[in-house]
């Protein structure tokens, strides 16, 4: 699952949390891994690839709600498969062409920024093992760690250590204005890890990768791929430049999501970091070209030894589980070893996946979210039926421990590392955390976002050795070490354990509490002034405390209000997030932050009622109880950025 995948379904189990906390929906339901199994089955059982394709994808346009996809296969260097399915522009009804529909390619361009760093590697232009600085012209990566550089190859194995920054990093049209270079010089994030200790997936490092590109080959990023990779493979429906040429724009994809009983058009696909997708377009057919060169060692773009070396396991978070090759990752299923690589934007999502051993590969785009952003999901599904065709082996999966070591060591929270240290997107550590609870005969439980299928939110797991589980009834692993959390289905993340008063759950219920406590006060104050005024002598000093409280839980309420309504639909908040001109983006932490300023008021307030006898005992009991339910509750929204600025 990508970050923005992530900060969507935890911002929407956020929303799910309030809106429970007051009553107003019933408990979620969960999948089991058992139905996933019988998907897998049935597909290894529908007989020829493409017909088993056709199926998968005709299903998932009509029960996901995606207008279109195009889908490619290639096989020992030919394109044996490629098809368009549904509509490139659900107003417009034109149909999708795998030869001529554009779509966005996503972080599925981060590939040809693989490709374009080792060719400047092979020419002697960059050193993999060189600190990044040594080639950087118009600015510097700060020294947050000294004797710690960031080097090359921490940009294409996501361990550069940079901050996770997403909010207002896209544009919902072609970027002229700002360079690459200009872009990543104004948005430098902090270092929050050393380099090289922990792949966390990182839009800034394959930015940055492919400004080097352009820095050492002194042409910009989107001409260098056109001249050094696009045209040796014969990809003319391909383009990174913006905008693009007349000819690929007459032919793209709208990108939509679900808007009522029809589509809204997506925006946020555009903007300065083109190496990480931003504005770059292809074709099913013309991505098959592509496939075909990275399988056939390296084709006209790639030496062999390159090539091999894009491929090969470069990093891992454990070693028992899958890692990454150069901005590939690695999956297994059935015990056949691909390398795949997703990519999410607004209204488009594309999968690719490898198999070098049979020298087979696939690709499929939706220009849809779907319904609840099951459009990721659906790529992960198509690759799951491809790995399965070319030989993954059937298996059920665990039932019980192999190993009875005690697995309540590893029961605790665990917070994502991609989750951002410095934007508000920090709020979906609220709910997209993991928490682990141990159960009997060395089995765990997880609940939060490990699983790709947005109806999966609880899993089970059973210990095949000492600190390395498989999931009950599934594939998929999960392993501990040093108080980290890994999974084999996502090799770009790692699960940091948290102390218990880090604990989401803990936050949520604090949160919950206080504000429950703000809003009643905002509701009984006015009542309870009425009352008040029949009593004669009543202190200045007492009705102006009484204002500044109601004024506080009012500022707050209004806060959470402001806050459920950004989060409140999944795929338009995405957008909203990348795109970072949704008002409520400001007005969020504008409140909050005066809430904060009358919240120390209040807090005068309370030495002085106590010193001065204002009210009755309870009155100033409540009073007390109110300013620190506002301190509690704005000390969380700093800790998770949302007071102003962020």
């Given at each position: 699952m990508t970050n923005r995948q992530r900060l969507t379904a935890a911002l929407q189990a956020l929303l799910l949390a309030l809106l429970a906390a007051i009553g107003t929906v019933g408990t979620a339901g969960t999948a089991g891994a058992a139905e996933r199994e019988k998907q897998a089955e049935a597909a290894r059982a529908a007989g020829s690839l493409p017909a088993a394709l056709d199926r998968l994808v005709r299903r998932q346009l009509a029960d996901y709600r995606i207008p279109g996809a195009s889908v490619v296969v290639v096989e020992d260097g030919k394109q044996v498969y490629a098809k368009g399915y549904g509509l490139a522009d659900a107003d417009a009804g034109t149909k999708v062409d795998p030869e001529r529909t554009g779509f966005f390619l996503a972080s599925d361009a981060k590939v040809f920024t693989a490709v374009a760093v080792l060719q400047q590697v092979e020419k002697g232009r960059l050193d993999l093992s060189s600190d990044v600085n040594r080639y950087l012209k118009d600015f510097q990566i700060r020294d947050s760690h000294p004797g710690h550089p960031v080097t090359v190859r921490d940009l294409l194995t996501h361990t550069a250590g940079f901050d996770n920054t997403v909010v207002g990093l896209s544009t919902a049209h072609p970027e002229t204005g700002t360079s690459l270079g200009e872009s990543l010089a104004e948005n430098q994030p902090r270092r929050v890890r050393p380099p090289g200790e922990t792949a966390s997936y990182d839009n800034y490092g394959v930015a940055l990768a492919g400004h080097l590109v352009e820095t050492v080959s002194g042409i910009p990023f989107a001409d260098y791929v056109d001249r050094a990779i696009l045209r040796p493979l014969g990809m003319d429906r391909t383009s990174f430049a913006q905008p693009h040429p007349r000819r690929i724009e007459a032919g793209l994809a709208r990108g939509h999501r679900p808007d009522g009983d029809g589509q809204a058009t997506a925006r946020g696909q555009y903007g300065a970091w083109s190496p990480t997708g931003a504005g770059a377009v292809s074709t099913a057919t013309d991505m098959g070209r592509l496939l075909n060169a990275l399988l056939s060692d390296g084709g006209r773009v790639l030496r062999p030894g390159s090539d091999a070396a894009l491929l090969k396991r470069q990093f891992g978070n454990d070693k028992r589980l899958p890692g990454l090759g150069y901005l590939l990752e690695e999956r297994v299923r059935g015990g056949q070893r691909m390398l795949v690589k997703?990519?999410?934007?607004?209204?488009?999502?594309?999968?690719?996946?490898?198999?070098?051993?049979?020298?087979?590969?696939?690709?499929?785009?939706?220009?849809?979210?779907?319904?609840?952003?099951?459009?990721?999901?659906?790529?992960?599904?198509?690759?799951?039926?491809?790995?399965?065709?070319?030989?993954?082996?059937?298996?059920?999966?665990?039932?019980?421990?192999?190993?009875?070591?005690?697995?309540?060591?590893?029961?605790?929270?665990?917070?994502?590392?991609?989750?951002?240290?410095?934007?508000?997107?920090?709020?979906?550590?609220?709910?997209?955390?993991?928490?682990?609870?141990?159960?009997?005969?060395?089995?765990?439980?997880?609940?939060?976002?490990?699983?790709?299928?947005?109806?999966?939110?609880?899993?089970?797991?059973?210990?095949?050795?000492?600190?390395?589980?498989?999931?009950?009834?599934?594939?998929?692993?999960?392993?501990?070490?040093?108080?980290?959390?890994?999974?084999?289905?996502?090799?770009?993340?790692?699960?940091?354990?948290?102390?218990?008063?880090?604990?989401?759950?803990?936050?949520?219920?604090?949160?919950?509490?206080?504000?429950?406590?703000?809003?009643?006060?905002?509701?009984?104050?006015?009542?309870?002034?009425?009352?008040?005024?029949?009593?004669?002598?009543?202190?200045?000093?007492?009705?102006?405390?009484?204002?500044?409280?109601?004024?506080?839980?009012?500022?707050?309420?209004?806060?959470?209000?402001?806050?459920?309504?950004?989060?409140?639909?999944?795929?338009?908040?995405?957008?909203?997030?990348?795109?970072?001109?949704?008002?409520?983006?400001?007005l969020v932490p504008a409140l909050t932050t005066v809430a904060l300023a009358t919240t120390a008021a209040m807090l005068v307030c309370s030495v002085l009622a106590w010193r001065r006898r204002w009210w009755h005992l309870t009155g100033r009991l409540h009073y007390t109880c109110l300013t620190l339910a506002a301190l509690l509750f704005l000390g969380l929204c700093a800790s998770y950025r949302l007071l102003w600025p962020v």
């Open positions: 997703d990519g999410d934007l607004p209204g488009f999502h594309g999968n690719l996946a490898l198999i070098p051993e049979r020298r087979a590969g696939v690709y499929v785009v939706y220009n849809g979210d779907g319904e609840d952003g099951r459009a990721f999901h659906a790529g992960r599904q198509v690759a799951e039926l491809f790995a399965d065709h070319h030989g993954a082996r059937a298996t059920g999966g665990a039932e019980r421990s192999a190993s009875t070591a005690d697995v309540n060591q590893y029961a605790g929270d665990y917070r994502a590392s991609r989750t951002s240290s410095s934007d508000l997107s920090r709020a979906s550590a609220l709910t997209g955390s993991v928490r682990v609870t141990a159960g009997e005969d060395a089995t765990l439980t997880t609940e939060g976002p490990l699983s790709s299928d947005p109806d999966v939110v609880e899993q089970h797991w059973v210990q095949v050795r000492p600190g390395l589980f498989r999931e009950k009834g599934g594939q998929d692993r999960i392993a501990f070490r040093d108080g980290r959390l890994s999974i084999a289905s996502d090799p770009s993340v790692a699960y940091q354990r948290l102390p218990w008063y880090e604990s989401p759950v803990l936050h949520q219920r604090v949160l919950i509490g206080c504000l429950a406590v703000l809003v009643l006060t905002v509701l009984a104050l006015p009542v309870a002034g009425l009352v008040r005024r029949r009593a004669q002598g009543r202190p200045a000093g007492a009705r102006t405390a009484s204002v500044i409280g109601w004024t506080t839980g009012a500022l707050v309420t209004a806060a959470v209000a402001c806050f459920v309504l950004l989060i409140s639909d999944g795929n338009a908040m995405n957008e909203t997030i990348m795109l970072g001109d949704s008002p409520l983006l400001t």
